[in-house]
């Protein structure tokens, strides 16, 4: 029978993001549904740095490496997130304020992470999320202490620890003009230091009707013109309305307060599935019109129940943004993504 792995064979890899329950194969059902459709994963949440490197002098890579087992096991194309991030962090990191600390720090974790699992692990997302909306960069404890070179150095560091590994810059919204060009300033300055850079990851967090088909195309198209690899790498379409009608600092806001909104009805209705079927069907049609531009399209979790979704923007609702429903079933997009084969 077929899947998804089997039908885009030739075209890019499928990927998943997965997590700690499903790594440790506790069911065998799940295990052979996701070697079944998949054929390339991403940590979602175990590689990040509170995980892998919770104190200064303490890695711990007793998950990672089920992970990347994992993927070698089901000869998968294995994707590493993230080396360098804003969020997620150790205390100890995102307490540094002085430059040379943050030099050695900076150093000794990519180092360190990319040597362990060198000529195991297939890519990186070197960098995730250091630009703003506005096309600025994003303050962090890294911009803080470094300034714009840490994005330089981090490719740097990530390229001598393993020159064959494919390095990343991932990052979402990134079909939003201002962001786009911020994107493209930052890539070609690494370029233009000499730095190497393999590929840009558009996260793919989109909506039933945003981003447009046209502004994901003209963003596949610039970054692709930069000399790189496209992949999308955490594709998943909310259902769900923006929560109260707000988007950005006002929901966050919300969020940190940990106000809740109502769950949404069960299960998904019958006209929500046609109109997800089709988002995901003009989202796919375009990835194979570009398919010599994109090397890789990872969901972001196997199926809804898994979803990060179901909590964010705002915490209590129940989204439906993948191919598979809570019961590993396909949903009417899935059979919408293969009839396109
Ligand atoms: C999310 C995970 O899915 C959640 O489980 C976790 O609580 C927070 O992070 N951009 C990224 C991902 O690069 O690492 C984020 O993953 C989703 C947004």
Redesign the pocket.
């Known amino acids: 029978s077929t899947s998804l792995k089997n039908a885009y064979n030739g075209d890019f890899y499928i990927g998943t993001?997965l997590?700690i329950n499903q790594i440790e194969e506790k069911d065998p059902k799940v295990t052979n549904f996701i070697a079944k459709e998949f054929n390339a994963i991403t940590a979602?949440?175990i590689m990040?740095s509170m995980f892998v490197h919770p104190e200064k002098d303490k890695f711990d890579f007793e998950t990672s490496d089920k992970f990347v087992a994992f993927g070698k096991k089901h000869k998968m194309f294995i994707h590493g997130?993230?080396l360098i991030?804003h969020s997620?962090l150790p205390k100890w990191l995102s307490e540094i304020n002085d430059s040379a600390e943050m030099n050695a720090a900076l150093e000794n974790h990519i180092t360190t992470i990319v040597k362990k699992y060198k000529g195991q692990v297939d890519s990186w997302d070197v960098v995730?999320?250091a630009v703003n909306d506005d096309g600025t960069l994003r303050q962090s404890v890294f911009l803080k202490t470094l300034g714009e070179d840490f994005i330089a150095k981090s490719f740097q560091l990530a390229a001598a620890a393993d020159p064959k590994v494919e390095l990343y810059y991932?990052d979402?919204s990134m079909t939003n003009p201002a962001k786009r060009s911020g994107v493209i300033r930052m890539v070609k300055k690494i370029q233009e230091k000499g730095i190497k850079i393999d590929g840009i990851g558009m996260?793919g967090?989109w909506h039933l009707n945003r981003p447009t088909i046209e502004e994901i195309e003209k963003s596949i198209i610039e970054y692709s013109n930069l000399g790189v690899k496209v992949s999308i790498t955490?594709l998943d379409v909310s259902v769900l309305p923006s929560p109260y009608g707000l988007q950005g600092a006002e929901v966050s806001q919300r969020f940190e307060n940990n106000e809740k909104m109502n769950p949404y009805p069960k299960t998904l209705p019958d006209s929500m599935q046609v109109k997800l079927a089709q988002r995901y069907n003009d989202i796919f049609k375009l990835f194979l019109k570009h398919k010599d531009k994109i090397s890789r399209v990872t969901f972001?979790g196997v199926n809804d129940t898994q979803s990060?979704l179901n909590d964010f923007p705002i915490k209590g609702r129940t989204d439906y943004p993948l191919l598979f429903d809570a019961n590993l079933q396909p949903k009417k997009a899935y059979y919408q993504v293969l009839s396109l084969k």
């Open positions: 993001a997590d979602e949440n990040k997130h993230t991030w997620q995730n999320e991932n979402y996260q967090h955490e972001w990060w």
